[in-house]
């Protein structure tokens, strides 16, 4: 992979629902070595420290959790984001998945004033294609894809005056949707790839046809790592656990396809509750994938006793 300038945004957001503890993730992240893995795979690595949600009244609200607590970190972790590409490849260190909001509306942008199409390849055991009307918990970590490709709802928010094209997503590692996200994702163009597809025929057909299709538009790619793409058994520390996700091995094929692609232009690293980690295990997991999707390859990893 081309030699990149990695600017680490950390994102401390812990608004897009009820259980505490992302806020954590940026420092975890930092200790787990993210920084000196990147500059040992030759790349150029600025840490601009922590992002801060825009200032906002909090006020309390009959369903949705801290709602004026996240438009204000989606409107401050835009900015964040279309400014940072501008210098090279962002990686966001969350912080809950909730910030996606902005890191994506932020890319949104930044496409749009270079003239090219934006590609989200989105790593998770949700959809996340809800709105504030649609959602049951209130938790509006559930909602990032439904606020960028224009969904109603979104009151307060950012204003999107060019919504993301629907079929310039792709969500693969589903196995946790609900009834009316299921209606909304079959009545969509977004690309869906289930556990059960990714069993039957495996995870690397669907991604090579999605990245084939962003190479093919000239696009930019930004990728959003859910730490809940990955089983629990490998990667414990995070709220929203579902059984039966991807293995190390998937993970790093994914990421190591990104990085053969040379499409990447932003990264998430989202929903690491570090107070549910065992001994960082989780963060290093997290670091390895990062690193992968920026160019090292499986031979160049030590291996680590637990």
């Known amino acids: 992979m081309t030699q990149q300038n990695c600017i680490l945004v950390g994102a401390p957001m812990d608004s897009g629902k009820l ?11 930092r200790t787990a070595g993210l920084a000196d893995a990147l500059r040992g795979l030759g790349h150029t690595v600025t840490d601009q420290g922590n992002v801060a949600p825009a200032p906002f009244a909090a006020k309390e609200h009959p369903r949705l959790v801290q709602l ?4 204000a970190w989606t409107s401050s972790l835009a900015d964040a984001s279309e400014a940072a590409m501008k210098d090279g490849l962002p990686i966001f260190l969350g912080g809950d998945h909730a910030l996606s909001l902005g890191t ?9 004033a270079v003239g090219r199409p934006l590609f989200v390849l989105w790593l998770d055991a949700h959809t996340d ?11 509006l970590h559930g909602t990032p894809l439904g606020y960028v490709t224009g969904r109603d709802g979104f009151v307060g928010f950012p204003k999107i005056d060019t919504p993301l094209a629907e079929e310039n997503i792709a969500i693969i590692g589903l196995r946790s949707v609900d009834a009316a996200e299921r209606a909304a994702l079959q009545d969509s163009a977004i690309t869906h790839v289930d556990m059960r597809e990714i069993d039957e025929s495996g995870i690397a057909r669907p991604l090579s046809a999605f990245l084939d299709k962003v190479e ?3 696009g930019l790619l930004h990728v959003s790592l859910d730490v809940d793409f990955l089983d629990p058994s490998v990667a414990p ?4 656990t579902v059984p039966g996700g991807a293995t190390v091995r998937e993970g790093h094929l994914v990421m190591e396809m990104i990085s053969d692609s040379g499409l990447m232009s932003s990264l998430d690293l989202v929903e690491l509750n570090p107070f549910l980690d065992e001994r960082g295990r989780t963060a290093t997991l997290m670091v390895d994938l990062a690193a992968s999707a920026l160019g090292r390859r499986v031979f160049d990893r030590p291996t680590r006793a637990y």
């Not at 004026?68 to 438009?71: A, F, G, L, R, Y």
């Not at 520390?237 to 929203?240: D, I, L």
């Open 19 to 29: 259980r505490k503890g992302c806020l954590m993730g940026p420092d975890a992240y």
């Open 68 to 71: 004026e607590e996240t438009i």
């Open 104 to 112: 994506v509306l932020g890319a949104m942008r930044h496409a749009d």
């Open 129 to 139: 294609f809800h709105t504030p009307d649609t959602t049951d918990s209130g938790n």
């Open 216 to 218: 093919a538009a000239n």
């Open 237 to 240: 520390a995070v709220g929203t």
